[in-house]
């Protein structure tokens, strides 16, 4: 086994940590499922089961039989653990004994439902947080979870059932898991299986039929979960072979290679593999060898439209370096376990040359090679025709003919005590020194220059060319041999050099921008001196624009900018920072323009756009990645710097809040008790026309006092819901019991049907959502008009409609209308212009939501529409727009 393939030492010691820390641990095993109802419960039980027999401890310390009689009957003979008991809103919840199941110490804890969310005044906020505390302490876990409690797979679930998942699942833990079984079942079973109510009760199956569990969510489901255990597989065969440095790849899994060179043809390539790669469904890659040749401008066009096409169909750009392209190819191809490589087939071959395609197929192994027949236009030139950027200069070949003058010398003063064999060594000695450090053409020239020097001068007969003897010949031969391979060693290294020179170049730049952006104190200064670092290496002028505080793109740039962008410039700018693109000249999108404009992307959001105008006829790849890299430690600086701001700006609010809730609570509670003596003593008073006035006074007051008081309430975030079992006409009736003075010159009409069940919720503070209502209607329309009130159980929830026959709503006033202090215009005097949106904070605590609209035969209509878990029907059904 050859160097390049023994096993990696630092993977192994990673893999032996690993193990280590695997016998120190507990192990997870993991029953993961597509979706409620699949078995996971039921194959953990069995699993637990004959690890019973096998003589293992168990013990089930929160098993959920969901009243599944099959599966309750898997827990008999295994002992189960007591739950504890927690006291939360007035209700007894009962949760996992995480410290009972520590003392315990069983070798098995089963621990369903992973992605639970325990109850407050829990030691962890998550399951998975107890899962991982037992692990630490060396116990093995059984746990069940579905694939869409997979923190990386929320969005895609959110995108195909419309289902927003709260329980999740950080992947972290999924890497701990020792073993991960997928239990699978067929979509049409598990329609089944919920149709016989094996999965919900009657009235949640129907729920369920018309919402998560339809045919097409679920078999997305199946998909997922079959993906996503086969991707787990598929990473744990490339560790492993990674680790072993395994030279040949195993085609668990297809996944195709195409190297992209500055050639005609490589667009070619690349769609013929992104074609291949769609047909078997399959991830493809596109590998780019970067040699110490540098490439003339046309080379760089053509590298730069074929790493773009790969970006562009979806593949994987993958840069290295090396100088033999096949050898690059092959390695890249056994470390990311290629299964396929594509390449070109040869026009013209000679029959003493090995292409790459040859060298390709002979170092392939066990991988496959595809060749194809790749297509070119008129312009496709071969690489080797391009002539070697770095030549010799007149000062190489000065100090080739110095040098050799001096081994001339050394020679000929050697000659009486050596003979003329001994020069000849001094002149080959001398070309290998001159080789170390000028170029080919001047090593030859050298070559040629002590060759006949030392035949005229020191091989007899003297100053002739006559050669006799075969020693001399050879002798006379390698001058040349030396000349020429040391002569190509040095042009490879300093062809090396100067492609090294220039990565190092632009990575010290890029550190140059990110020292100078992030670290100077003024943020305006530390810019500036970041975009003439970006000028420098470049050639160019640079403009900056940034994003402004509603998220558009400023118009004007900033004060470091080095040109003024005209305004077809800002449109490509703007372009570019809509789509997140590059754009401008040098690119496929407006290149008519005069710059290059890139988006200052980060992974959430884009700070600006930064245009590079310069004179130069391309842009070329590196050139083109660096300014990448410039334009992302820019937007990084500038998103921290927005997020420092908004920290700051938000601790200003909140201390200008705590303020202004202090304020409010001190003045409501101060007013209170003077309120209560008033009400008292208008009360117990005799009859009298200005006793009834403070009367009124006083209740409106107090109104205003108790707005106060529950809006510093609810935004202390101290509204706590307390479901009960409450009588939709007790609710009414009590609203309408404290609204009773300002509608008595209204005339309310009922609408409540008489077969309403009983609902749990929050009694008062539902109660006091409609008085708020109802008192808004009634203050916003003329005395003698109308104020309907109507309760209807929707199939989705509870809905209370309040109507009013006044003037209705203006244009754009239903956005308004539920801002704190907001007072329609023509309002009544008096008032905070809280009611509303103290309903607004009510039924957002009650898990609900108020809607207004201007009624189509007049006057505003406020709709509530309240999840109700019912009676007679125990299920939750959530309430929608």
């Known amino acids: 086994m050859s160097d390049d393939y023994r096993p990696d030492p630092d993977l192994l010691l990673a893999q032996m940590q690993r193990e280590e820390r695997g016998r120190r641990a507990g192990r997870l095993f993991i029953f993961l499922g597509m979706c409620p109802g699949v078995g996971k419960t039921y194959a953990m039980l069995q699993a637990a089961r004959q690890r019973r027999n096998e003589g293992i401890r168990v013990l089930a310390g929160v ?25 939360h809103g007035g209700h007894l919840l009962e949760e ?25 005044g829990s030691r962890h906020n998550k399951r998975y947080q107890d899962v991982l505390e037992l692990l630490d302490s060396g116990i093995d876990i059984y746990t069940t979870l579905n694939v869409q409690h997979i923190e990386s797979q929320v969005d895609i679930v959110r995108q195909i059932t419309g289902v927003a998942v709260q329980e ?24 089944q299986r919920l149709a016989e109510g094996k999965i919900y009760q009657s009235e949640r199956a129907h729920a369920a039929f018309d919402g998560f569990f339809r045919e097409g969510n679920l078999t997305a489901l199946r998909e997922m979960a079959l993906r996503f255990t086969a991707e787990r597989v598929d990473r744990d065969v490339e560790d492993f072979r990674r680790a072993r440095r395994d030279p040949s790849p195993w085609k668990t899994n297809a996944r195709l290679l195409v190297g992209v060179a500055p050639t005609p043809y490589s667009e070619s390539l690349v769609r013929w593999t992104r074609r291949a790669a769609t047909r078997i469904g399959c991830p493809w890659i596109g590998v780019w060898v970067e040699g110490v040749r540098k490439l003339g401008p046309g080379e760089e066009e053509l590298l730069a439209r074929g790493l773009a096409l790969v970006r562009k169909l979806g593949g994987e750009v993958v840069h290295v370096t090396g100088e033999d392209v096949a050898k690059a190819l092959l390695e890249v191809a056994r470390d990311r376990n290629v299964s396929q490589i594509v390449v070109g ?18 170092g392939s192994g066990d991988i496959d090679v595809c060749v194809v027949r790749p297509f ?60 170390m450090r000028w170029a080919r053409g001047a090593t030859l020239m050298m070559a040629a220059i002590s060759a006949l020097a030392w035949n005229i001068l020191f091989i007899p007969p003297k100053f002739t060319v006559n050669v ?6 050879a002798m006379l031969v390698m001058f040349f041999v030396v000349a020429l391979a040391m002569g190509q060693l040095t042009t490879r290294l300093r062809m090396r050099e100067v492609a090294e020179r220039q990565r190092q170049r632009h990575t010290d730049a890029l550190l140059r921008v990110t020292q100078q952006a992030a670290l100077s104190p003024e943020t305006g200064k530390g810019l500036e001196s970041a975009l003439r670092v970006i000028e420098s290496i470049l050639g160019g002028q640079v403009a900056l624009l940034l994003r402004q505080d509603d998220h558009s793109l400023g118009r004007v740039p900033h004060a470091a900018s080095a040109f003024q962008p005209e305004e077809s410039e800002f449109a490509v700018g703007a372009w570019s920072f809509t789509n997140h693109r590059p754009a401008g000249r040098f690119t496929d999108t407006l290149p008519s323009a005069q710059a290059t404009w890139f988006p200052l992307q980060t992974a959430t959001s884009t700070m600006g756009v930064i245009g590079l105008k310069r004179d130069k006829e391309t842009l070329v790849f590196t050139e083109r990645q660096a300014m990448e890299a410039f334009a992302l430690q820019l937007a990084l600086v500038l998103e921290k710097e927005h997020f420092i701001e908004a920290v700051q700006h938000a601790e200003k609010l909140e201390e200008g809040e705590k303020l202004r809730r202090a304020l409010f609570d001190s003045v409501s509670h101060e007013l209170k008790t003077p309120i209560a003596v008033i009400r008292a003593a208008v009360e117990t008073g005799e009859s009298d026309p200005r006793l009834a006035e403070i009367d009124v006074a006083s209740r409106r007051l107090q109104r205003i006092v108790e707005g106060l008081l529950q809006m510093t309430r609810l935004e202390a975030s101290v509204i706590e819901p307390r479901p009960e079992w409450c009588d939709v006409n007790d609710i009414v009736s009590g609203a309408l019991e404290v609204t009773r003075e300002p509608l008595k010159h209204r005339e309310v009409s009922l609408d409540i049907p008489a077969d309403l069940p009983l609902v749990k919720t929050d009694h008062g503070l539902l109660e006091q959502s409609l008085a708020n209502l109802l008192h808004n209607a009634a203050v916003h329309t003329p005395e003698g008009s109308a104020v309907e009130l109507s309760v209807a159980r929707r199939a989705r929830g509870i809905e209370f409609v309040v109507r009013d026959h006044g003037k209705g709503l203006a244009e754009g006033e239903e956005r308004k209308i539920f801002g704190k202090f907001y007072r329609a215009p023509g309002a009544p005097a008096g008032g905070t212009g809280l009611g509303l949106s103290i309903v607004k904070g009510f039924l957002r605590a009650l898990g609900g939501e108020v809607l207004v609209r201007n009624h189509p035969a007049g006057g505003a209509e406020f709709t509530i529409l309240l999840p109700a878990e019912t009676m007679d029907a125990n299920t939750l059904t959530p309430a929608t727009t």
């Not at 309750?72 to 927690?86: D, H, M, N």
């Not at 690489?383 to 190489?396: L, T, Y």
């Not at 006799?468 to 010949?473: F, I, L, V, W, Y």
């Open 468 to 473: 006799d003897q075969p020693e001399d010949m």
């Open 63 to 87: 098993v959920e039989t969901h009243g599944r009689a099959e599966t309750k009957a898997l827990l008999e003979g295994i002992e189960v653990l007591p739950r504890r008991k927690i006291e």
């Open 345 to 362: 087939k040869s026009d013209g071959k000679k029959p003493w040359k090995r292409t790459l395609t040859d060298r390709v197929i002979a």
């Open 376 to 435: 070119a236009g008129k312009a496709a030139r071969k690489v080797d025709e391009v002539p070697e950027p770095i030549k010799s200069a007149w000062g190489d070949y000065t100090g080739a003919v110095v040098l050799t003058g001096v081994a001339t010398g050394l020679g000929l003063a050697a000659q009486p005590f050596t003979g003329y064999t001994v020069p000849a060594f001094i002149y080959l000695l001398a070309i290998v020194l001159g080789s």
């Open 168 to 191: 999740t699942v950080p992947d972290s833990v999924l890497d701990r898991a020792h073993e991960i079984q997928l239990i699978d079942l067929s979509v049409e079973k598990l329609l």
């Open 96 to 120: 996992f004994d995480l410290d009972a199941a520590l003392a315990r110490r069983p070798e098995l804890l089963l621990v369903d439902e992973l992605a639970h969310t325990n109850a407050a």
